[in-house]
């Protein structure tokens, strides 16, 4: 079992739909949790980074961290066709290596 | 600062052959590391630095893989005896005391 599982997709929604992206994970030691976003062919850029369990909003972004079930979710609101990227969820214990899941592509229609 | 630098963005190369690839971090970051991404497939931890000293290898890193950060600026990233298997992106990141990783852009390496 990987220590981070992330669902690949692919995922295809509407234009101003709300997005939802989801990962989980098994090692309890974690307590920092990031979303990043890729374009093809670039470096994951960091969209939302929290601290053990919790909400955290940024603009359309919304990330939620549940360590009870050891759930991350990211939330998109009012999706649009620049959002369409891989969604990479990472977590670490501080000072470990971020443990990445195997992202999931998401595609906004126009 | 610009951000983390990648050199080059795309190597080819043949089977057999060594390359090297070249990281420069943003300048305030202590930690430096190496990961590699295939398709599909999340980026996979290789190796950190704190400063120059090297801290930790995945066991990705086959003898054959070696990286160094001499005073810790700038890291190089090397393979000898390129194999197939090794066509990846090599992506490098920074970041201040392990948060908030900073990525480059990835060099895309292709062996043929």
């Known amino acids: 079992q990987k220590e981070v599982e992330q669902d690949p997709g692919p995922l295809s929604v509407p234009e101003g739909a709300i997005v939802s992206l989801n990962c989980t994970y098994s090692?309890?030691?974690?307590?920092?949790f990031m979303w990043y976003r890729q374009y093809s062919r670039k470096g994951p850029e960091l969209l939302m980074y929290?601290?053990?369990?919790g909400n955290k909003e940024d603009g359309r972004f919304t990330a939620q961290v549940d360590k009870s079930s050891k759930y991350i979710s990211l939330f998109i609101r009012d999706s649009q066709p620049s959002d369409s990227a891989t969604y990479l969820c990472?977590?670490?214990?501080?000072?470990?290596?971020?443990?990445f899941g195997k992202g999931t592509r998401l595609s906004v229609i126009a | 600062d610009t951000g983390v630098s990648q050199d080059p963005r795309h190597k080819i190369t043949k089977r057999g052959q060594n390359v090297t690839f070249r990281c420069d971090p943003i300048?305030?970051?202590?930690?430096l590391y190496w990961y590699r991404q295939t398709l599909g497939q999340g980026p996979e931890f290789l190796t950190y630095?704190?400063?120059?000293?090297?801290?930790?290898k995945s066991r990705l890193l086959s003898d054959r893989f070696s990286a160094e950060r001499p005073k810790g600026s700038f890291s190089t990233l090397e393979i000898q005896r390129t194999e197939q298997g090794d066509s990846a992106m090599y992506l490098c990141?920074?970041?201040?005391?392990?948060?908030?990783?900073?990525f480059g852009s990835g060099t895309r390496l292709t062996v043929v």
């Open positions: 090692n309890s030691a974690f307590q920092y």
């Open positions: 990472a977590a670490n214990s501080g000072n470990t290596p971020l443990v």
């Open positions: 300048s305030e970051h202590n930690r």
């Open positions: 630095f704190q400063n120059e000293a090297q801290l930790e």
């Open positions: 990141a920074s970041s201040f005391s392990g948060q908030g990783y900073t």
């Open positions: 929290t601290y053990s369990s």
